[in-house]
């Protein structure tokens, strides 16, 4: 009997939790290893089988329900759009609980409130639990599978441990990123012996989802010794993942790939990811393509804080997408793609026009922007079973629906998800094989009790103690030895008066 006759008795016949699930009926957007290029499967059928995808089928190819293993659970996905999991190189999931504070802010106002001592001051380990796990839930519903989460919340053992452990008990693939930065009595060398034994206690959990990975933001500034204690232990410790916040330019925030050149870190095995990447320069892109180590483009954040993007276009072949703080706009991929996409074409397009000239052709494709958001951040981890429908790679798949009001009418299914999509049509989520999201609902447990409830008393907790702390007095030169700072221009939307900029109403 052909697949397509017998879906209305799957319910009946599946057990809820099953070693195997087909979906069948989808358009597939999967990826070409010998070609390097996505591939559109109409009308058939993917096969997960425990971890992996274990089967991709034409219309014409799809087996019956005979020819596949006894507990193979088969989920109708007539009209609805298969894509790899998203990939987010750079976030800060603790970060969560301080949702809308920061609507306005500048980076300078947020180094100086939102991180650091201030936040150390008032954060517990049961808040950085509650925020880490919430955050990472909101990352998931929004089909982000996999995330490289710089966590600096490194003020003490237990609340360091609780980032860990809410990442451990999200149910999501993260390469949790203990920055390394010393915080009151809590020093870099109780920092890293407190990792070294988090690693060991996990060692033998070789199908583990939380991988330990580093952060380090101090290469051009800290002590030598110090540095050379991280670099150390990740060599060591056989690290996958490093990943550091690289600005330059105007911003006293450097850590270049030139930086960590210099202690021999990216021609070894080790992933380093640069977030931002904002100073990158010919050199720096070339250092980049030789060692194969990645930027992260955060196109939403960069565009908030002001950091600038000139040159990123130029490197993209080196470069995936991130969030970054994602308490103060979108939690989705899917936005950075579109953003980066579009602010990408605006630039280049004024290349031509500034020359009196009319653009003749589109200097990015959406096809491009899909890769940056899956196969490159894949890449940038050094996972080639990541970021990519094909058999044999992880099963941590998005399904989209394509009847829903904003995707009716697609065509091209890429075109569909890169400029149509939004969360809401996210109907499922698998990590790992496993429904992380299903029929548009998180599939977590208690999620009221155990993340919405705790989450929200952290909340409303932490936004009382910081709406009453004072903004930052911002003159002179920032950190007192960078550039000078100076106002922008404020945009009008109202004539007369007032500048209609308005008011934070928190």
């Keep these: 009997m052909h697949l397509s006759k017998t879906l209305a008795l799957a319910s009946t016949f599946n057990p809820v939790f099953s070693s ?3 979906f069948s009926g989808a358009t597939v957007i999967a990826f070409d290893e010998e070609a390097e290029a996505l591939k559109v499967i109409r009308d058939g059928a993917l096969l997960v089988t425990d971890d992996r995808i274990s089967g991709l089928y034409s219309a014409a190819e799809i087996p019956s329900i005979s020819d596949l293993p006894e507990d193979t659970e088969v989920v109708d996905s007539r009209h609805k759009i298969i894509t790899p999991g998203f990939i987010d190189t750079h976030r800060h999931g603790w970060q969560t609980a301080m949702k809308t504070l920061a609507s306005n802010t500048t980076l300078p106002d947020y180094l100086y409130r939102y991180r650091g001592d201030h936040a150390a001051a008032i954060w517990t380990a049961e808040d950085v639990y509650n925020s880490q ?19 600096h919340h490194l003020w003490s053992t237990e609340r360091s441990r609780a980032g860990l452990d809410a990442s451990v008990d999200s149910g999501a693939r993260v390469y949790w990123s203990p920055s390394f930065a010393a915080s009151g009595d809590y020093s870099v060398a109780k920092q890293i012996a407190d990792v070294k034994g988090w690693i060991k206690e996990r060692q033998n959990d070789k199908d583990a989802l939380t ?12 002590e030598v010794g110090e540095t050379q204690a991280v670099v150390k232990f990740i060599k060591d410790s056989h690290i996958p993942v490093v990943t550091t916040h690289w600005l330059g330019r105007v911003w006293p925030v450097n850590n270049s790939p030139e930086s960590l050149h210099a202690f021999s870190l990216l021609n070894t095995s080790t992933a380093v990811v640069f977030s931002h990447g904002t100073g990158i320069s010919p050199s720096s ?22 950091h600038s993007h000139p040159y990123a276009h130029h490197a ?9 703080t994602h308490f103060t706009f979108s939690t989705d991929l899917l936005t950075q793609a579109r953003i980066w996409l579009q602010r990408t074409r605006s630039r280049l397009y004024d290349d031509v026009v500034e020359r009196w000239r009319i653009p003749s052709s589109s200097p990015m494709s959406a096809a491009q922007a899909f890769l940056l958001a899956t196969r490159q951040g894949a890449r940038a981890l050094r996972r080639p079973d990541l970021g990519v429908v094909r ?12 009847r829903s009001p904003g995707m009716l009418g697609w065509n091209d299914p890429v075109a569909a998800v890169v400029l149509h999509a939004n969360v809401g049509d996210m109907v499922h989520v698998l990590v790992d094989g496993k ?4 029929d548009g609902r998180l599939v977590f447990e208690d999620y009221e009790g155990r993340v919405a409830g705790p989450f929200l008393r ?7 103690v910081l709406l009453e702390m004072p903004p930052p007095v911002l003159d002179g030169r920032m950190f007192g030895f960078g550039c000078e700072y100076a106002r922008t221009e404020v945009a009008d939307v109202q004539r007369g008066d007032g500048d209609g900029y308005g008011e934070l109403f928190l």
Excluded: C
Aim: charged share 20%; proline share 1%; no cysteine.
């Design 211 to 222: 991988i330990i990975a580093a952060a380090y933001d101090a290469w051009d500034s800290a």
């Design 285 to 306: 892109a070339s250092l980049l393509r030789a060692t194969d180590q990645f930027i992260s483009i955060t196109p939403e954040s960069e565009m908030h804080y002001g």
């Design 458 to 464: 952290t909340a409303e907790k932490l936004q009382s």
């Design 20 to 22: 195997s699930i087909l």
């Design 316 to 324: 993209m072949d080196q470069a995936a997408l991130g969030v970054d």
């Design 435 to 438: 429904f992380r999201k299903r």
């Design 391 to 402: 058999v044999g790679a992880k099963a941590d798949l998005v399904v989209f629906e394509g």
């Design 133 to 151: 796990l919430a955050g990472l839930l909101e990352a998931l519903n929004a089909g982000v599978t996999t995330t490289l989460d710089h966590a």
